[in-house]
C-alpha cells in the first residue's frame, strides 16, 4: 500500500503464469499407482473419496470421483487391499471389487472414529479408513451376499409390515373409544373392537358402532386385513427357510424358539465360528454389562444394548414364552432351572 508507515513490509500480488484451466484437482496424486498396496474409500450417493499408500503408508493417489467412473478407475489400480466403513451399500461395492479381483474389508464405522483426524469431511474419512485397516487387530464385518440380504430384507419387511398393524390397531381403539367401545390390552382384544367395524353389534347383538362411523373406520379394517395376510406370507417363507437349514432346526429344539427365532440368526450371523463362546456372542447382543473401570476398580453398570436389537427381542420374547409355561408337561433341565429361579424369588 502507498503510504504505508516505515518498517512496515508492502504486500505484492502474484499471479499464476499457467492457470488451471478449469481441470479439475487430483489432490496429492504420484504416478506410480504400481505401488499402491492398501486403499480406504469412503461410500456416498454420488461423490466417492479414495485414499491409497503404498507398503511405507507414504500418500499415493488421494482423490475424489463420481459414481459413473468408479469402477473405471479401480481398473487402472493393482489389485490390493480395500477397505470401506459397514454402511450403506458397501455389501454392493464390496462385491463388485471382489469380483474385480480386489481384497474388500468391512470396518464398522465405530471403530473407524478413533482415527478421523480434526475436522470431519470426505478425505479425513477416506484416510481414517485407509488407516484403521492396517491396524493388526482390527475387525472386519463379513461381506454378505444378495441372498443373505434378502433373508435379512424378509425379517426388517415383516417387523415394519406388524409394527403399521399395531399402529393402525391402536387407531381403532382410540376413534371407537369415542363411542365406549373399550378393549383389554393385547393385539386378541384389539381385534374384538375390529369386528365391531365390520358386523356393527358385539356379540350379544348390540348395536355398538353407527353405521357412518363403520363407513369411515372400514379402510383401516380392510388395511389390518391386508397386513395379516402378508405377514402371513411372510411366516410360510420363515418356516420353509427354518426346516431346510439344518442350524434353523436345531436351534428349535430349544424350548421358546420358534421358525421366526431361529432364521434370525441363521441369517444374521453366516460363520458362527467367528464367536470364541457364549460370551463373545452374548456382547455381539448387546448383552455384556457396560464398564466405567479405571485404577483397577471395576465399575460395571447396565447392558450396553449396542448389538442386534432385533435378535435381542426376539430372544427376550422367546424367554418369556418358556418361563410363562415353565409349569408344563415337559419337565427338561430349562423349565426346572426356572422354576428353581421363581421359587428362590418367592422366597426372598
Avoid at 19 to 34: F, M, Q, T, V, Y
Wanted: hydrophobic fraction near 45%; charged fraction near 25%.
Amino acid at each position: 500500500m502507498d503510504g504505508a508507515p516505515l518498517g512496515v513490509i508492502r504486500a505484492k500480488m502474484a499471479f499464476l503464469e499457467t492457470p488451471s484451466e478449469g481441470k479439475p484437482s487430483l489432490a496429492k496424486h504420484s504416478a506410480n499407482l504400481e505401488s499402491v498396496t492398501r486403499v480406504g474409500l469412503d461410500l456416498a450417493k454420488n461423490v466417492f473419496q479414495l485414499h491409497a499408500v503404498d507398503a511405507g503408508g507414504a500418500v499415493v493417489l488421494a482423490r475424489s470421483v463420481r459414481r459413473a467412473g468408479l469402477l473405471k478407475l479401480w481398473e487402472k489400480l493393482p489389485r490390493c487391499e480395500v477397505a470401506m466403513e459397514a454402511c450403506s451399500s458397501a455389501h454392493h461395492w464390496g462385491r463388485a471389487l471382489v469380483a474385480l479381483g480386489f481384497s474388500v474389508g468391512l470396518i464398522p464405522p465405530a471403530y473407524v472414529k478413533p482415527y478421523v483426524r480434526r475436522n470431519k469431511n470426505d478425505a479425513a474419512d477416506a484416510a481414517a479408513i485407509c488407516e484403521a485397516a492396517s491396524r493388526p487387530n482390527m475387525r472386519f464385518v463379513p461381506l454378505r451376499s444378495v441372498e443373505n440380504l434378502a433373508q435379512l430384507m424378509r425379517h426388517r419387511a415383516r417387523e415394519l409390515l406388524v409394527a403399521q398393524r399395531t399402529q393402525l390397531l391402536n387407531a381403532i381403539r382410540g376413534h371407537l373409544a369415542e363411542v365406549a367401545a373399550v378393549a383389554l390390552q393385547g393385539a386378541q382384544h384389539a381385534y374384538a373392537l375390529k369386528r365391531l367395524i365390520s358386523e356393527g353389534c358385539d356379540d350379544n347383538g348390540e348395536i355398538r358402532v353407527q353405521d357412518c362411523m363403520r363407513e369411515a373406520l372400514l379402510p383401516v379394517a380392510r388395511q389390518i386385513d391386508a397386513l395379516d395376510w402378508r405377514i402371513e406370507v411372510i411366516d410360510k417363507q420363515m418356516l420353509a427357510l427354518a426346516r431346510a437349514d439344518a442350524t434353523a432346526r436345531r436351534l428349535m429344539t430349544i424350548p421358546g424358539v420358534g421358525p421366526l427365532t431361529a432364521q434370525a440368526p441363521v441369517a444374521a450371523i453366516q460363520d458362527a465360528s467367528g464367536f470364541a463362546n457364549g460370551r463373545e456372542f452374548a456382547a455381539y447382543l448387546g448383552l455384556a454389562p457396560r464398564q466405567n473401570s479405571s485404577g483397577g476398580k471395576e465399575r460395571l453398570g447396565r447392558i450396553t444394548k449396542m448389538g442386534d436389537r432385533y435378535l435381542r427381542k426376539l430372544l427376550v420374547v422367546g424367554a418369556c414364552a418358556t418361563l410363562r409355561h415353565r409349569q408344563g408337561q415337559h419337565g427338561d433341565a430349562l423349565r426346572v432351572w426356572a422354576t428353581k429361579l421363581f421359587n428362590c424369588g418367592d422366597m426372598i
